[in-house]
Structures are given as C-alpha cells and as structure tokens.
C-alpha cells in the first residue's frame, strides 16, 4: 500500500487509562491495513496474572521487529524500546476526568466479559489501584514520557481531545 500523506508503517499509541488506545488501534490499523499488538495482552495472563518480564520483552521484542505494526499500551518500562523501533507515536493526552469515566463505562460494557484488547479470562473491571493510577498519571507518568517521547527523533502527534484525533484520523488518506 501507497500512502503519500501517512507513510508510517510502525506506530506507537500511548496515553492514560481509558484514553482510547484499543479503540484508535483498531481504527488506525483497519484504515492503514496494520496488524495490532495489545500490550495488556502481552502482560496478563488468565484471571489477571502477570508475565515474567523477561518473557513480556521475549514477546514485545519479537513484535517489535516485525515490518509494520501498531503497538497500543503504556508500559512505561518498556517505552524507550518501543520508540527505537516505531516511526510514529500518537500520545492521548486527554483529561483525567474523562479516562476515568471511559474506564468505567468500559468495565460497564463488558461486565462480566473479557474486553478484545486483554488475554482472555481476564474479566473486565476496576479497582482502587487503576483508578489511583489514572489519577497520578498526569504527574507520574506524562512528564517523563513526554520528554522521552519529544527527545526521541520520532514524529509524533499528541491530542488533548478526542475530537482533535478524530480530526486528525481523517486527515490520514488511505
């Protein structure tokens, strides 16, 4: 595929909780023709056990050198890596209150379920902890990878709404 006005074949979809990262993935990767990798589906095992990280980077890494892809998730650990190998990076940088909503509008809409975006057998919901964490992302987490990102030779989009990056998803001729 030809693509004069998006020619990236390797991107990065970063951001708080909730933001929308498996949602743009899937619209992304259905208007580009780009497979998509889940990093919560790297990490989790069923019933929400967690991977050895030597296995997750075994996992992430044979991804990461595959020729196209886009990658949606957070794994601060991870994301120096991540950027060596993406071309592009789109950073939700949407506001707390809203991601908090959306996570549990999302723990509502699969209640009971496993959402498509995490292992299987992991059913969707949320505690304390995750919300705790969307809460201090915009302190905790944006800084650093924010200066990481811009400090890292890769083009990168960063929307402070969803109806930014709905306007930029249109911009992008297939």
Known sequence: MNNSN??????????????????LARMLGQKLSLPIVHLDKLWWL????TRDESDFDALLTA???KPSWIIEGNFVRTFDLRLKYAD???FLDYPRDLCIKSV???AEKY???????????CVEYVDA?????????????KPAMTVTLKNSGVDYFIS????????????IER
């Open 6 to 23: 998006f020619p990236y074949r390797r991107l990065l979809i970063v951001g708080c909780g909730g933001a929308g990262k498996s949602t």
């Open 46 to 49: 069923p019933e929400w056990k």
């Open 63 to 65: 991804e990461l050198k």
């Open 88 to 90: 592009f990076c789109i």
């Open 104 to 106: 549990y509008e999302r």
């Open 111 to 121: 209640r009971g379920t496993t959402r498509p975006d995490i292992t299987e057998g």
């Open 129 to 141: 902890e995750f919300e705790k964490w969307i809460r201090s992302f915009d302190k905790e987490v």
């Open 160 to 171: 402070a709404s969803r109806e930014k990056t709905e306007e930029w998803l249109d911009s």
